[in-house]
């Protein structure tokens, strides 16, 4: 079936091993994995994140019983972390279920959210055993005796090895399988006592029949339960935000509490970093102009490129449908260095004419005659220059797109606005230094 689609070029097939980014790798025989290989992207017309929920859709049915879930896979071939993760800690796991379970509904109702599901599988039957140490002490009988010969009956003990004729076999002794079938048998368990008086389990326990956890995860020392989700068709950060506001309404018992994992957290982490690393880069441009300039003044007109870029940053991302993420802000903190050169062009020829006795409003004219011929070039050299880039379509194209649309659209409204804003403002700033001079002068 998986051969015959169009879009697969190559199908990789693991029976009795499931791998995972955050549950970990799992190994049953009821388990299969298969990898599939999609051809070239202009080859497709879907993404492989829409792929994925048609494919899933056409093998539902074909296997009765059987469960399909899709993820995409990282660089190295393994299963990638979702984009989406809440982590719901807490000690009692009921409550911790109950909460992830409650954010599971809520995020998939989200627009744009695709294979919703839990970190951990389905809870299966089990026998629960509560000991009453009041009762254990006054039988004589401790923890450790009885949770060995709980050990020993259901999983087995295989310490004992029968030797003969030189070869040894190993014998495992637990309780037969029709002592271990029925509920009634477990409560019935004999121990003995140091006495030698036989006691049996549900004297000193309370023995009950409960559905419970087949994987147990911790995050902080606390048992855990991980919501996972995909994202198509929306940004990530506006998928996140629509979570985290429709979750308000869910009431989280105390002792439980809920992390955004994810790239949630990693943008959060990141924008932080860029942000600051935004800030330095301006002062840092600053400080050099400052140095060449030998003034604290003028720079501030150079600066004002910067917003005049952004404008048109903005503007482009808006038009393109492109997300403010990691790789836009790099290319903001690109435009930096790229905008402020325009500015510093017309600035530094005002100053050496204002130095050749011009005045001021006939230098920045002539200052942008004679610069708008350099300013073009460079600015429209650098535009064309990243338009491969912008339209590039590619295997792993996206992450780049947004960098290169960012630095064309910057550039673009700094090569307009640049020739008005910069020399309106060294025109006021001029005329308040030189009231300024004519104060300190009186």
Same mark, same amino acid.
């Given at each position: 079936?998986?051969?015959?689609?169009?879009?697969?070029?190559?199908?990789?097939?693991?029976? @009795?091993?499931v791998?995972?980014?955050?549950?970990?790798?799992?190994?049953?025989?009821?388990?299969? *994995?298969?990898?599939? =290989?999609?051809?070239?992207?202009?080859?497709?017309?879907?993404?492989?994140?829409?792929?994925?929920?048609?494919?899933?859709?056409?093998?539902?049915? +074909?296997?009765?019983?059987?469960?399909?879930?899709?993820?995409s896979?990282?660089?190295? @071939?393994?299963?990638?972390?979702?984009?989406?993760?809440?982590?719901?800690?807490?000690?009692?796991?009921?409550?911790?279920?109950?909460?992830?379970?409650?954010?599971?509904?809520? +995020?998939?109702?989200?627009?744009?959210?695709?294979?919703?599901?839990?970190?951990?599988?389905?809870?299966?039957?089990?026998?629960?055993?509560?000991?009453?140490?009041?009762?254990?002490?006054?039988?004589?009988?401790?923890? !450790?005796?009885? @949770?060995?010969?709980?050990?020993?009956?259901?999983?087995?003990?295989?310490?004992?090895?029968?030797?003969q004729?030189?070869?040894?076999?190993?014998?495992?002794?637990?309780?037969?399988?029709?002592?271990?079938?029925?509920?009634?048998?477990?409560?019935?368990?004999?121990?003995?006592?140091?006495?030698?008086?036989?006691i049996?389990?549900?004297?000193?326990? +309370?023995?009950?029949e409960?559905?419970?956890?087949?994987?147990?995860?911790?995050?902080?020392?606390? !048992?855990?339960?991980?919501?996972?989700?995909?994202?198509? @068709?929306?940004?990530?950060?506006?998928?996140? *935000?629509?979570?985290?506001?429709? +979750?308000?309404?869910?009431?989280?018992?105390e002792?439980?509490?809920?992390?955004?994992?994810?790239?949630?957290?990693?943008?959060?982490?990141?924008?932080?970093?860029?942000?600051?690393?935004?800030?330095?880069?301006?002062?840092?441009?600053?400080?050099? /102009?400052?140095?060449?300039?030998?003034?604290?003044?003028?720079?501030?007109?150079?600066?004002?490129?910067?917003?005049?870029?952004?404008?048109?940053?903005?503007?482009?991302?808006?038009?393109?449908?492109?997300?403010?993420?990691?790789?836009?802000?790099? !290319?903001?903190?690109m435009?930096?260095?790229?905008?402020?050169?325009?500015?510093?062009?017309?600035?530094?020829?005002?100053?050496?004419?204002?130095?050749?006795?011009?005045?001021?409003?006939?230098?920045?004219v *002539?200052? !942008?005659?004679?610069?708008?011929?350099?300013?073009?070039?460079? =600015?429209?050299?650098?535009?064309?220059?990243?338009?491969?880039?912008?339209?590039?379509?590619?295997?792993a194209?996206?992450i780049?797109?947004?960098?290169?649309?960012?630095?064309?659209?910057?550039?673009?409204?700094? /090569?307009?606005?640049?020739?008005?804003?910069?020399?309106?403002?060294?025109?006021?700033?001029?005329?308040?230094?030189?009231?300024?001079?004519?104060?300190?002068?009186?």
């Amino acid at each position: 079936i998986l051969l015959a689609q169009p879009e697969i070029e190559k199908v990789f097939s693991s029976i @009795g091993f499931v791998s995972g980014s955050v549950s970990g790798t799992s190994s049953n025989a009821n388990l299969a *994995e298969l990898t599939l =290989t999609l051809v070239d992207k202009k080859q497709r017309s879907v993404t492989a994140e829409d792929y994925g929920t048609l494919i899933q859709q056409k093998l539902k049915g +074909v296997v009765k019983g059987a469960k399909f879930t899709v993820s995409s896979t990282s660089i190295t @071939g393994n299963v990638s972390s979702a984009p989406i993760q809440i982590a719901v800690k807490g000690i009692d796991l009921v409550q911790v279920r109950r909460v992830a379970e409650a954010y599971q509904k809520v +995020v998939a109702e989200i627009p744009g959210t695709q294979f919703v599901k839990l970190s951990v599988k389905n809870r299966k039957p089990e026998v629960e055993i509560k000991l009453d140490r009041e009762k254990m002490s006054f039988f004589g009988l401790n923890a !450790g005796t009885v @949770g060995a010969a709980l050990q020993n009956s259901f999983s087995g003990n295989s310490n004992t090895q029968f030797k003969q004729e030189g070869n040894e076999y190993g014998i495992l002794v637990s309780l037969d399988q029709f002592n271990r079938s029925d509920i009634k048998f477990v409560r019935n368990l004999p121990f003995v006592n140091s006495q030698g008086q036989t006691i049996l389990l549900n004297q000193f326990a +309370v023995i009950s029949e409960t559905l419970g956890e087949t994987t147990l995860q911790r995050m902080d020392r606390l !048992g855990a339960i991980t919501v996972q989700a995909n994202v198509s @068709g929306r940004p990530t950060g506006t998928v996140s *935000e629509e979570i985290k506001k429709n +979750v308000q309404s869910i009431k989280i018992p105390e002792g439980i509490s809920v992390e955004f994992l994810g790239d949630s957290k990693n943008q959060g982490d990141a924008f932080g970093s860029l942000g600051l690393a935004l800030i330095t880069a301006i002062l840092l441009v600053y400080l050099i /102009m400052v140095a060449l300039y030998e003034n604290v003044v003028y720079p501030f007109v150079v600066l004002f490129s910067i917003p005049v870029a952004l404008v048109g940053a903005f503007l482009i991302l808006a038009v393109t449908m492109e997300t403010l993420n990691i790789f836009t802000i790099i !290319g903001m903190i690109m435009l930096l260095g790229l905008v402020s050169k325009n500015a510093i062009l017309i600035v530094d020829f005002t100053n050496h004419l204002k130095a050749e006795g011009y005045e001021v409003k006939d230098a920045l004219v *002539e200052a !942008g005659k004679e610069r708008l011929r350099p300013i073009l070039m460079t =600015t429209l050299a650098m535009i064309f220059g990243m338009l491969p880039i912008a339209i590039a379509s590619g295997a792993a194209s996206e992450i780049k797109n947004g960098m290169a649309w960012v630095i064309i659209g910057g550039l673009t409204s700094s /090569m307009v606005l640049t020739l008005f804003v910069v020399p309106s403002m060294y025109l006021i700033v001029d005329g308040i230094l030189k009231r300024f001079s004519k104060k300190n002068n009186t």
